[in-house]
């Protein structure tokens, strides 16, 4: 039987970013709208790859080395939820070019490796809670945070002592946004 583990592509919130939401959403979401996104957990998917073989992992590694892509910041000042898949989420009123330009690469380049790709459009958004499937009353958007994508990275999901960890596998820099 192959070996195989679930991998995503993201972009990784610095701890200071990560720990500010927290206290935030604590502030905002009462503790029975869902279950809390750890801090260290706190990311943004640019393309879930699922369960991948090492072979395939290798090869997305590959071509992640030859991407060439200027950093980019993101204001994350919008908030919403998904009821279906019971998700609170914090986004981005408008996503910068950068920022959709590395997932779609990312995204097109899983696909062509055989990773199914959502037909959903690309969301950009951070999870801070799940397993709410319930109305949840959002907070006023008077929020707005700086998000400087410097690098992306391949995560590994893992289960952990009956939790949901993701560990980093390898990061790439992106140039700088005035390098040319």
């Known amino acids: ?12 919130l610095p701890d200071s970013l990560a720990q500010t939401l927290v206290q935030w959403r604590a502030q ?31 090869a997305l590694r590959l071509l992640a080395d030859r991407i060439r892509q200027p950093a980019f910041q993101l204001q994350l000042n919008d908030a919403g939820q998904w009821p279906r898949p019971g998700v609170v989420w914090l986004g981005c ?20 490796s055989g990773c199914y790709q959502s037909p959903q459009p690309f ?4 999870t801070l809670l799940r397993g709410a ?17 410097e690098r992306f990275a391949l995560y ?17 820099p992106l140039t700088p946004p005035n390098a040319g």
């Open 28 to 58: 905002h979401f009462a503790p029975e709208a869902g279950l809390p996104v750890a801090a260290a957990n706190m990311h943004m998917t640019l393309a879930f790859l699922g369960d991948v073989s090492e072979q395939k992992a290798r």
């Open 93 to 112: 009123r408008q996503a910068p070019r950068g920022l959709l330009q590395l997932a779609a690469l990312l995204r097109s380049q899983a696909a062509r």
């Open 1 to 12: 039987m192959l070996s195989t583990r679930r991998l995503f592509f993201a972009l990784s």
């Open 156 to 172: 590994e999901s893992r289960w952990v002592q009956g939790k949901t960890r993701y560990q980093q596998v390898a990061e790439w």
């Open 123 to 126: 969301h950009p958004h951070i």
């Open 133 to 149: 499937t319930r109305p949840v009353a959002l907070p006023p958007a008077h929020f707005d945070w700086t998000l400087s994508a």
